[in-house]
Nanobody, 118 residues
Framework: QVQLVESGGGLVQAGGSLRLSCAAS????????MGWYRQAPGKQRELVAT???????DYADSVKGRFTISRDTAENTVYLQMNSLKIEDTAVYYCNVEIRNWRVTSYWGQGTQVTVSL
């Protein structure tokens, strides 16, 4: 079994910062890509950022220059540093991790609420 535990969400004023964490534990031989997605009320889940095993990153245009994704391979953890937050960043944020055992399986975190206020 694999568990993903997210933390770091909360309420912040526009222009502020938050750092999300997602730690994977359990039966893990290796981890491929890790990423963050978000879903705002009434909208579809969308990609925010991804990071490969080699550290290559990709971002949604809406967060480029404001968000930074990183990973700690030894701790099986992915982070999302969010700066200059905007009202439109309000959403539930989910981490996604590709776990490599005898096959590659995609796992989702439980989601953490990020609310940006005026």
């Amino acid at each position: 079994q694999v568990q993903l535990v997210e933390s770091g969400g909360g309420l912040v004023q526009a222009g502020g910062s938050l750092r999300l964490s997602c730690a994977a534990s359990g039966s893990i031989f290796g981890i491929n890509a890790m990423g963050w997605y978000r879903q705002a009320p009434g909208k579809q889940r969308e990609l925010v950022a991804t990071i490969t095993t080699r550290g290559s990153t990709d971002y949604a245009d809406s967060v480029k220059g404001r968000f930074t994704i990183s990973r700690d391979t030894a701790e099986n953890t992915v982070y999302l540093q969010m700066n200059s937050l905007k009202i439109e960043d309000t959403a539930v944020y989910y981490c996604n991790v590709e776990i490599r055992n005898w096959r590659v399986t995609s796992y989702w975190g439980q989601g953490t609420q990020v609310t940006v206020s005026l």
